[in-house]
């Protein structure tokens, strides 16, 4: 075996120190049952298995962002994803479930099902989002005027975390490039900076004491990264609206990259002359660069990358190129 059994793997492995150390505090803390904690990843292995119970515990989370006029009449239309790689991968789709219960949005909470059972009191309706920087036409926008010029279409992508397991997921969105083009970037915009809303009313990670981000979560990318034909703003997955714990009410898609690439909801987009901090490069450096491409010939630090678990599957196997 190249790579011990799911069960096998302790938490010190498969996560970050910082996080490993918040949550053998966590353990010491008695709240939770070892089982919770002996988690890192695992328990959210058997919290994806464990679909319907968590669902039932979570309806009102489990609902999609507010169906606002002009929203629910861009849905009538979507393109379909182009039936060719990269656009388009024929891989069999994580199921809806799988999608929205096992997540990374360390906003709403640690553990893999905390996006979807604590993210019901979040608000994605206004939305308004500031483009700034070294741009033509900066200003506080509302999301409805920056979406409503896009056709939407549907891209079926790998989304694959750097822990070590992926899913394939139906997004539907645009292309960032359309959006950079309207706002007319200046020469100097070498690098796009994103960053993610802080609600600590409604986001009860913000606060939590066990947070290792310093808030906002931020990301970014080169500007020719993010003008490729690939990189996506998504604003739906599964033909419907993108539900919170996915990032709602839109998020960054870069499907070649780790999956912490892909920040979420969104409220600013900067454009700049010098590479941005980045909230994993600020947590661990070595183990999470700026420009973080998948690539299963370079492990992790703590962990091989060349296998990995495709949701809702628990064993690992290869990764398709
Ligand atoms: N704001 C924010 N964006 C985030 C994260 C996060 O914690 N906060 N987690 C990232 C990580 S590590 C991954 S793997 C993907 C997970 O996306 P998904 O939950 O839709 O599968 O979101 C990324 N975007
Ligand atoms: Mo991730």
Redesign the pocket.
Known sequence: MLIKRPSDVIPSEITPESVYKKRRDFMFDGGRALLGVAAGSLPSIANAQNGEALKARAPAAMRRSPPAAWWAEKFQNIKPAPDREPYFTGETLTPYED?TIY?????FGMDKSD?ATRSGEFKTDPWSVEITGEVEKPGTYHLEDIIKPHDIEERIYR?R??EAWS?VIPWIGFPLADLIKRFEPTSNAKFVEFE?IVDAETMPGINSRFAIVRWP?REGLRIDEATNPLTFMAVGLYGSYLPV???APWRLIVPWKY??K????IVKINFRETQPNTTWEDLQPNEYGFYANVNPQVHHPRWRQDMERRLPQTLFSRPRN
């Open positions: 999608v997540n990374n949005f360390y906003e996006p989304l975390c750097v899913m993610t979560y714990q996915n990032g999956g912490f892909s920040i979420k909801s």
